[in-house]
């Protein structure tokens, strides 16, 4: 079964750059996406097919995606940006696919 | 504006039944994927079926076959059948919508929008 990978936790200053990865066999040849998840609410798609980024969510939130390796970024990181983060992918015989999530830290 | 609603969930011993139900609204409905996916509180998120605009379904292999997903178009609504329920099925239950209308392209689909969830407790 296919299988993703992240940090359990990533710590950032409010202002600097946050980059959280997720990791996978041949993972750049799939499409990645990247939820928030804040507690009592629904999750929230920040990132798709890599980089792909929905119209309501700020700029300062990025992807990439190559080798065994996506990244999600975030710039100018805010305090209201604390959340849990996983990523996501379809595989084809594991179909949907979940990392086990990352705690982002603003501090 | 696209909205899905979840309904259905509740207290139910081990071994017990529960039907979950999620009306959407806001599109067109019978042209994208809908999902399950599921989140003990606390823990991550956990896919568990999903049926796309053939009516092709697929399920988490977890799950051993005790879980059933179905679509109805005309009402807009998608269900999910919990059979056998164990202490660990215990989760929010959200109804999700795909944001690809491609035909039998799972892999070039995405979790667009998600309802508020439905709680499962199962527990004697």
């Known amino acids: 079964s296919f299988e993703l990978t992240q940090p359990p936790s990533v710590s950032v200053s409010p202002g600097q750059t946050a980059s959280i990865t997720c990791s996978g066999d041949y993972l750049g040849n799939k499409y990645v996406s990247w939820f928030q998840c804040k507690p009592g609410q629904s999750p929230v798609l920040v990132i798709y097919q890599d980089t792909k980024r929905p119209s309501e969510i700020p700029e300062r939130f990025s992807g990439s995606n190559s080798g065994n390796t996506a990244t999600l970024t975030i710039g100018g990181t805010q305090t209201l940006d604390e959340a849990d983060y996983y990523c996501q992918v379809w595989d084809s015989s594991t179909h949907v696919v979940f990392g086990g999530g990352t705690k982002l830290t603003v501090l | 504006e696209v909205q899905l609603m979840e309904s259905g969930g509740g207290l139910v011993k081990p071994g017990g039944s529960l039907r979950l139900s999620c009306v959407a609204s806001?599109?067109?409905?019978?042209?994208?994927?809908m999902y399950w996916v599921r989140q003990v509180p606390g823990r991550g998120l956990e896919w568990v079926s999903s049926?796309?605009?053939?009516?092709?379904?697929y399920y988490a292999d977890s799950l051993q076959g005790r879980f059933t997903i179905s679509r109805d178009n005309a009402k807009s609504s998608v269900f999910l059948q919990l059979s056998s329920l164990r202490v660990e099925d215990t989760a929010i239950y959200y109804c999700?919508?795909?944001?690809?209308?491609?035909?039998?392209?799972?892999?070039?689909?995405?979790?667009?929008?998600w309802g508020q969830g439905t709680l499962v407790t199962v527990s004697s």
């Open positions: 806001g599109f067109t409905f019978s042209q994208f994927t």
């Open positions: 999700a919508r795909g944001g690809s209308t491609l035909i039998r392209r799972p892999d070039l689909d995405w979790i667009e929008s």
């Open positions: 049926v796309d605009r053939s009516t092709t379904v």
